[in-house]
T-cell receptor, first 111, second 115 residues
Framework: GQQVMQIPQYQHVQEGEDFTTYCNSS?????IQWYKQRPGGHPVFLIQ?????EVKKQKRLTFQFGEAKKNSSLHITATQTTDVGTYFCAGPHNQGGKLIFGQGTELSVKP | GAVVSQHPSRVICKSGTSVKIECRSLDFQATTMFWYRQFPKQSLMLMAT?????????EQGVEKDKFLINHASLTLSTLTVTSAHPEDSSFYIC???????????FGEGSWLTVV
């Protein structure tokens, strides 16, 4: 069935280092969404990418959607302790529009 | 921005009893709501899709008689865990999609502990 895979599962960085998580879909996606879940919290919507090759920035966060609309990445420049959490990518299922989530990348930042 | 409220945030119940969790969209109408289950350190597992005015669509392996979903209005969906067992203990999260939009908003989640 349709799958969304995300790597790495965990990433430990020193504060100030960069961080990247990668997302790959088994099928072409109409859009891809990114969420952040803080420890003990619920997923919070960060952004949605729709166009092939799209790049969007939110302060230190850069989101990319691949040309084939099957992969995406989230890059954080100069991480801060407030970036700690699990980052999920999600794409709509090709039937019904439900979201399929990647496994998530848990980011820990050492001060 | 859009807010989805989920209640209760934490609940403890005895084995064999039923628990109802509510999911409300506070400032928008949602024809579709989704119910997820999340185990610690794991991703969100979709349980069912709740459509206003019709029966929910359950994912494979999810018992519809055990996890009753009702979506009676455009702003409210409920999940009832019937005859709860300790293995049902988990974090349950709902999400809602705006009537005329693509963005999905998540509730705060409900921690269920069955003792």
């Amino acid at each position: 069935g349709q799958q969304v895979m995300q790597i790495p599962q965990y990433q430990h960085v020193q504060e100030g280092e960069d961080f990247t998580t990668y997302c790959n879909s088994s099928t072409t996606l109409s859009n891809i969404q990114w969420y952040k879940q803080r420890p003990g919290g619920h997923p919070v919507f960060l952004i949605q990418l729709v166009k092939s090759g799209e790049v969007k920035k939110q302060k230190r966060l850069t989101f990319q959607f691949g040309e084939a609309k099957k992969n995406s990445s989230l890059h954080i420049t100069a991480t801060q302790t407030t970036d700690v959490g699990t980052y999920f990518c999600a794409g709509p299922h090709n039937q019904g529009g439900k979201l399929i989530f990647g496994q998530g990348t848990e980011l820990s930042v050492k001060p | 921005g859009a807010v989805v409220s989920q209640h209760p945030s934490r609940v403890i119940c005895k084995s064999g009893t039923s628990v109802k969790i509510e999911c409300r969209s506070l400032d928008f109408q949602a024809t579709t709501m989704f119910w997820y289950r999340q185990f610690p350190k794991q991703s969100l597992m979709l349980m069912a899709t709740s459509n206003e005015g019709s029966k929910a669509t359950y994912e494979q392996g999810v018992e519809k008689d055990k996890f009753l979903i009702n979506h009676a209005s455009l702003t409210l969906s409920t999940l009832t865990v019937t005859s709860a067992h300790p293995e049902d203990s988990s974090f349950y999260i709902c999400s809602a999609r705006e009537l005329f939009g693509n963005t999905i908003y998540f509730g705060e989640g409900s921690w269920l502990t069955v003792v």
